[in-house]
């Protein structure tokens, strides 16, 4: 019987793990997209963390169909939390018209330690000199917000139980 109990509260366990961490992937598309130059770029919400949770981002990845040049930045109401260089212009050296050309900077970002967002924040994205849009996917996972604690395994049974369930106070 015992065995049985403490396979149960393994099991309860586990399933209360996987529960607090789930990974988590949202997408935006054509960010940065604007028909007037003049205009600063609009800002797309891609993802907003729910109550009690914190989002850790750890990957970003930007498929830059119009090869845009100038950074991503992501960031929260508060502040940028990482940019991304998508293209880098190059001068060739020596040539006789100053030739220019991108090249790709960052495709796929990784953080290794993940990167927070807040309860009820919104993860914002920004191309910044951009005018065509990219396509944006964000993949992490939201884990309990910090100073939140884990709910007590409450297994059926006992005293205590059958007198809540008749509506008494427990005794001590």
Not at 52 to 58: I, S, V
Not at 140 to 146: E, H, I, Q, R, T
């Amino acid at each position: 019987m015992r065995r049985l109990v403490a396979a149960c509260l393994l099991l309860a366990a586990a399933r209360g793990a996987s529960a607090y961490e789930e990974a988590v992937s949202a997408f935006a598309a054509s960010v940065g997209v604007r028909d007037d130059a003049s205009r600063p770029a609009p800002a797309v919400t891609v993802y907003t963390v729910p109550d009690e949770r914190t989002f850790l981002l750890t990957d970003i990845l930007v498929a830059n169909h119009g090869q845009e040049v100038g950074p991503l930045y992501l960031a929260d109401s508060e502040r940028t939390r990482c940019s991304v260089e998508l293209l880098k212009t190059m001068l060739l050296p020596y040539s006789p018209q100053d030739l220019s050309f991108s090249t790709l900077q960052n495709a796929h970002v990784t953080f290794a330690t993940g990167i927070p967002f807040g309860p009820g924040e919104s993860v914002i994205a920004t191309l910044a000199g951009g005018s065509r849009g990219v396509d944006v996917t964000i993949t992490g996972k939201l884990v309990p917000a910090p100073g939140r604690s884990r709910r007590a395994i409450r297994l059926s049974g006992g005293a205590r139980a059958d007198d809540e369930e008749r509506g008494e106070a427990p005794r001590p």
